[in-house]
């Protein structure tokens, strides 16, 4: 084994992914805190004077307790180095959630204990399908009322097609949560609550007969059911997992952390290592090949006293060294990486040297985009990341005509960092783009950066369409004609989009006229 495939085999690479107010951030806390990489965990939700989440930057998440953009947090664990890659919570900003998907090799679906499977979920668990990428579920806020354990696994199969596989069995109903069985040990865990939840909470395993002790009836019915679960074969099996076709579940309570520290084992023991990535030829490239990368979100101005613009590349093959210079598959210009940091929340640190799986910012990188490729040798690049289906339009106009140059430029970065889809046609003109997003508080985020970062306050006409699907010249003729719909070419990738007010008038109009494309988007509605 090369020095590059030892340190690949030590990284996990992950995502949490979940409904807003599931409790991600809370989730992306607890676990940092248990791995040790940092001492107190905030409360996203806390009063005042509270500490905020650390993974939270942006004013306008501070303000608001939800995450919009996105970078990783690295620490080790067990021997392991952990490369967990923070996304956006809220449903208005799950577009980059998606593209963050492209960097990570196995996914946490957080789970509500009360809401179960919700649409944003769904959303990014599309995704995940999409990308083959092994998923984890972990049910949580088991400290408060919810619904029946059963009930939700029978709910996680019909949703996702997945097979769930408990490996964690809560001893209490939801809301009198008092530790859980471990099926793969059979051990007994019993969890105490630390003041506020802020550190690690207290573990004692238990006997059998200590637990039948001191939980009595709940004790005897988690172990009824786990024995349940075994008869009807729900057993972990690695392979089924690593092929996106079970689930693996456990049970617990971030904001109490309960159950995080087994996530962190699980993680350890299940979750795949950085494994070779298809080139756009389909050709796996070897992990100690020459090094290259995917480019997967672009940010500006994270600190806005330098005004800066960080790049953040995932790892796929090689050894990554600070200053060395890489070319960009792109424009085949070469790439200076003298200013190499690893990105969380406000804290930065400069990265000297990073194997496949890890995630390093590249800062002042105003020529790259999500999705390109950076490479050393032998030029190779990787597949581009799909744009997602966008479900809110509307017109953007410069509120003031001297600033149509900083308008135009502003809506360009903008659309080239992934913050907003650009749309345009030439009955709309250049200086009225159709702004199409997941969700509409990205029309804030828009918003609020073309005036504070170019001078170019802006007005939205907001449009009644819902739904987007790809199409074709030909197609478009026809539904350019069509009451309730409209044909925008996307920026980006000169895509085609027909764009309808809802799902009834786009099947109205397929009716009307058999044959025409209209593909679906990725996580698109309907």
Not at 277 to 292: I, S, W
Not at 428 to 456: K, T, Y
Request: glycine share 8%.
């Amino acid at each position: 084994m090369s020095a590059v495939t030892g340190e690949a085999a030590r990284r996990r690479t992950f995502a949490v992914i979940s409904h807003p107010d599931a409790g991600k951030s809370t989730m992306t806390e607890a676990l940092a805190l248990h791995a040790s990489a940092i001492t107190q965990a905030g409360a996203v939700h806390g009063k005042a004077g509270r500490r905020g989440v650390t993974s939270d930057w942006m004013e306008m998440e501070r303000a608001r307790g939800i995450s919009i953009t996105s970078a990783a947090l690295r620490f080790e664990y067990r021997g392991h180095v952990f490369n967990l890659v923070d996304t956006p919570g809220h449903a208005d900003f799950s577009e980059d959630t998606y593209r963050v998907l492209a960097a990570v090799d196995c996914a946490v679906m957080l789970l509500d204990a009360a809401k179960g499977m919700e649409p944003q979920t769904m959303k990014l668990f599309e995704v995940c399908r999409h990308r083959r990428i092994p998923v984890i579920t972990f049910v949580n806020k088991w400290d408060r009322p919810g619904r029946e354990p059963l009930e939700l696994l029978d709910e996680i199969e019909e949703r996702t097609g997945l097979r769930p596989t408990p490996v964690t069995w809560p001893i209490g109903a939801a809301g009198n949560f008092h530790g859980v069985v471990d099926r793969i040990d059979g051990r007994a865990v019993r969890y105490t609550r630390t003041p506020g939840g802020a550190t690690k909470a207290l573990e004692t395993t238990l006997t059998p007969g200590e637990a039948e002790a001191d939980l009595g009836a709940d004790w005897t019915r988690a172990r009824e059911e786990s024995d349940l679960l075994a008869a009807i074969g729900a057993e972990h099996d690695q392979k089924a997992f690593e092929a996106h076709e079970a689930t693996p579940v456990l049970f617990g309570a971030a904001l109490s952390n309960f159950g995080v520290a087994r996530l962190l084992d699980l993680l350890v023991d299940l979750a795949p290592a950085p494994a070779p990535r298809a080139d756009v030829e389909g050709a796996a490239r070897p992990l100690d090949a020459p090094f290259a990368g995917l480019v997967f979100k672009v940010q500006a101005n994270m600190d806005p006293a330098h005004r800066d613009r960080i790049a953040f590349v995932r790892v796929c093959s090689g050894r990554f060294e600070r200053g060395m210079v890489l070319t960009h598959a792109a424009t085949g210009r070469p790439f200076a990486t003298k200013y190499a940091q690893s990105v969380f929340g406000q804290e930065r640190a400069t990265i000297d040297e990073a194997f496949p799986g890890d995630v390093v910012g590249l800062v002042n990188a105003t020529a790259l985009r999500p999705g390109d490729t950076l490479y050393e040798g032998a030029a190779v690049e990787f597949p581009p990341i799909p744009s997602f289906a966008p479900e809110h339009f509307a017109v953007a106009r410069s509120r003031s005509t001297a600033k149509a140059k900083q308008f135009r430029r502003g809506v360009d970065q903008l659309d080239g960092e992934g913050v907003i889809q650009v749309l345009r046609s030439d009955l709309r003109g250049d200086q009225a783009p159709v702004l199409a997003a997941v969700g509409p508080m990205q029309f804030e985020v828009v918003q609020h950066r073309l005036a504070a970062e170019f001078g170019a306050e802006i007005v939205l006409d907001r449009l009644e369409y819902t739904l987007a699907r790809r199409t074709d010249a030909e197609s478009a003729e026809v539904l350019r004609r069509q009451r309730g719909a409209e044909v925008l070419m996307r920026g980006r990738d000169q895509a085609l989009l027909a764009v309808f007010t809802d799902q009834w008038r786009m099947r109205s109009i397929q009716r009307e006229h058999e044959g025409l494309t209209l593909e679906p988007l990725i996580a698109g509605q309907g």
